[in-house]
């Protein structure tokens, strides 16, 4: 008989309730199913949920249309036009997305919309939707403006609930654009849909925790207090999109914390670099750092779904940093390196050195892997480089791989001197 762990079968049984109540919505054309969906985006291989959110365009519409002056339908057109954006060449879309521009005009006229108890601003599924709308399709300038302004006022506003002023914060994010309202909060969340919101806006977003001024364990011990309270009390999750937010959240930390993707698994990946490059073709030329970060982005991303890339740190000193990949569900940065020639390993060395400190700026990743492809094969270099590299602090590990054949085109052949 197969023992049971009774504590990975409770956390089995929370995620089955979230996806319980993720199913009561997921329903042709709602709001709370279709951002249920946006937050699931990439995750769903993970759940059981078959999808059935979508709806043609001019189907929605005509049996919308009459009614696009009340904001929670125009969150819905603005869900829709996100999911429809592939279809660029259907007429629907550009109907649609007149519609979509004509109602949010009309709410433009409204005046008070924090002081009335009715808002649409102060329905967080609402802002959500006509957030995705308005700063992911072609509306004018001046919307996008009026819009960030709103959400902008709506953060700095300190008495309205965190979940609110989450919304608003990654609404922004969306736009384009930090917030440059001080963001201050309760000590106590009000529930673990509160709590789980700003756990998931500091997995998703590098400077988050800085911006907040918390702590530098912060993340870790809010994501393991979570997982108490989905564990030890009743859960009472009523939006679909909501119950998406704590499943991402709890999924995430469960599974960073699972046998399979620990650091052991990248090191095998990319140790296997040669081999997978067997079917490479030469006349698919690689040049420079930034074609290796293509290929590993390429090896990686088939497991990894939560990956980053070229994200930027907060500055130390005067000195601000970029990283190459980044792994959030395990805490990694992945830099890449490329040498052309046998004298590149010792500025390697030094790049690694200013790079790793850097990492002291946040909170969301803690270990670095360095890979290096040796174009020049300098085989010889390989091990005191990669020992030297794997003695400064927060490097786990560093892989050296030389080009392959398959990379190097045959030299030409040059005429003997008489």
Not at 109 to 126: A, D, G, H, K, M
Not at 289 to 299: A, K, N, P, T, V
Not at 334 to 353: A, H, M, N, P, W
Not at 397 to 416: D, E, F, H, M, Q
Request: glycine share 4%.
């Amino acid at each position: 008989m197969v023992p049971v762990d009774i504590f990975s079968k409770s956390i089995f049984s929370v995620l089955k309730y979230l996806e319980k109540i993720m199913s009561e919505n997921n329903k042709p054309g709602n709001l709370s199913g279709l951002l249920a969906h946006h937050f699931l985006l990439g995750r769903q291989d993970k759940s059981d949920l078959e999808w059935q959110i979508s709806i043609p365009l001019d189907v929605w519409l005509s049996d919308n249309r009459s009614d696009l002056d009340q904001a929670p339908l125009l969150a819905v057109l603005g869900c829709l036009l996100l999911e429809n954006l592939g279809n660029s060449d259907d007429s629907s879309i550009t109907t649609a997305l007149n519609h979509f521009v004509d109602g949010v005009d009309r709410l433009k006229q409204r005046q008070n919309i924090f002081t009335s108890p009715n808002s649409w601003i102060l329905n967080s599924e609402v802002v959500l939707g006509l957030s995705l709308g308005v700063f992911t399709v072609h509306v004018n300038q001046n919307i996008k403006i009026w819009l960030r302004d709103i959400l902008e006022a709506g953060v700095a506003r300190k008495e309205l609930p965190n979940f609110l002023r989450f919304t608003y914060l990654y609404c922004l994010f969306l736009s384009g654009q930090d917030s440059r309202a001080k963001f201050e909060t309760k000590d106590i969340y009000e529930s673990v849909t509160e709590l789980a919101f700003d756990i998931w806006l500091a997995r998703r977003y590098t400077n988050y925790l800085v911006y907040r001024e918390l702590s530098s364990d912060w993340l870790e011990v809010s994501q393991s207090k979570l997982l108490q309270e989905c564990l030890l009390s009743d859960l009472q999750i009523r939006d679909s999109w909501k119950a998406a937010i704590v499943w991402c959240v709890i999924s995430d930390y469960v599974y960073s914390r699972s046998q399979y993707p620990r650091l052991d698994l990248i090191n095998s990946m990319l140790s296997n670099f040669e081999a997978a490059m067997e079917r490479w073709d030469t006349k698919w030329k690689i040049e420079n750092e930034y074609d290796i970060q293509g290929i590993l982005w390429l090896i990686l991303r088939t497991v990894f779904n939560d990956l980053r890339y070229e994200e930027s740190f907060p500055k130390l000193g005067r000195r601000g940093h970029r990283d190459d990949i980044a792994v959030p569900q395990l805490g990694l940065i992945i830099e890449v390196k490329y040498t052309r020639k046998s004298g590149d390993f010792q500025k390697i060395l030094d790049e690694v050195s200013k790079d790793a400190v850097q990492i002291n700026t946040q909170a969301v990743y803690k270990d670095i892997l360095v890979f290096v492809y040796d174009e020049s094969c300098s085989v010889e270099q390989h091990s005191w480089a990669k020992n030297a590299i794997e003695s400064i602090d927060h490097i786990k590990g560093c892989v050296i791989k030389s080009a392959p054949s398959t990379t190097r085109l045959p030299a030409k052949n040059t005429p003997k001197k008489k």
